[in-house]
């Protein structure tokens, strides 16, 4: 009786210890060898999948040729598995060594019948901050392969810290090393800062702060960054006067006014787009319909002729804690542009003019209902850094 070949599929997982997949081929004893189809691992291309259909007489001998490095076409080495005997359709692992140096081509054994480790997807992500400059980027190093550029966010207001975050496939366990671009621009950056190196068996947050100093530093390997979370500011709950006349250390430069000379440019009524759907009449404001008033409608106005637009509404002693829910620097540093926020009683808020060693500069809008000023006011004050009614915060967008 002849021997008659039957249909087998081989098919399984094979990796190769620093150089990539380029092919595999299934060696038979009982005929039918071929070159299987495979599939590089995603972001791991020295492991692959593979299969091969194929018809051969049983029991047959399978060795397996796999391609490590090179090209599909011209393999770096050709490295081989003992033979092992099948009786039909098999799924057959292989791990292979094949060195860092070029082997020369002939029969050899490099390749183990054994499951090569196989990456694991993970998430990488946190918080990094430079020390003077902007962030422009995050790169994230893996031992375990998959190294890749995160994606990252800017602090509002506050670009010298940013949140990032990446999605790799990599061995376990790996060191992970954080590259941090300070300043420069996202396809240029001023400096490379680097972490330490830290092992990790899954998805981790890791936040780094870096030091890349004011001069220029030189490129290559480096240690300038810790894993310690950057300053991040906060909001404070205290509740310091309101900037009212009669305020030690309150100087009131324009008004206050019931009319609009002290905010130039800003007529209450002239306000459009969400601050004055969230802050102006008929619902929010003082004064309404032809005077209104309100400190979060001069507030908003003043953000949007910066190119602000707000995704959140909020009572003025709500800005700062909403403002910082949402991504937005909040401290208790002025700063031109920002706007300073009080916690005391309903709130309230201005936008900064001015900054210096003796105090700041604000311009204001007031909600009022009281006899002296029953549509409410407008005022520009200037506040020492010792006043009672120094900003509780500091919002920075």
Known sequence: ???????????????????????????????????????????????????????????????????????????????????????????????????????????????????????????????????????????????????????????????????????????????IRLHVGCGGSTGGWWSDNRTPGTSIGGSATLNATCNEGTTKPPSGDNTRCSWAMPPMGGVATTTHLLPGVGATGVTYICGPTAGYSCTPGYTGVNVTGWAWSDYGCPKWASGCPNTPHNCTLYAAWRLMRNGVNLSWSANAYGWAQTAHDNKTYVDQSPAVGAIAQWNSGTGHVAYVEASDSSGITIRMDDFSTSTRWPIGYTAEVHITPSSPAWPDNFLHF
């Not at 249909?7 to 060696?27: F, K, L, R, W």
């Not at 393999?75 to 860092?100: F, K, V």
């Open 1 to 175: 009786m002849p021997v008659i070949p039957v249909q087998v599929t081989v098919q399984g997982t094979v990796g190769c210890a620093s150089h990539n997949i380029e092919g595999v081929y299934v060696d038979s004893s009982g005929g039918g060898g071929k070159f299987a189809n495979w599939s590089a691992t995603v972001g791991h291309p020295s492991t692959a999948t593979y299969n091969a259909t194929f018809s051969a007489a049983l029991a047959s001998t399978i060795r397996l040729h796999v391609g490590c490095g090179g090209s599909t076409t011209g393999w770096w080495s050709d490295n081989r598995t003992p033979g092992t005997s099948i009786s039909g359709s098999a799924t057959l692992n292989a791990s292979c060594n094949e060195g860092p140096t070029q082997p020369p081509p002939g029969d050899n054994t490099r390749c183990s019948w054994a499951m090569p480790p196989i990456p694991t997807q993970i998430t990488v992500q946190g918080t990094v901050g430079c020390a003077g400059h902007n962030v422009e980027g995050v790169w994230i190093d893996s031992s375990g392969g998959g190294s890749k550029f995160a994606s990252w966010t800017p602090t509002t207001g506050h670009p010298v810290t940013a949140t990032y975050a990446a999605t790799l496939s990599t061995l376990l366990a790996t060191t």
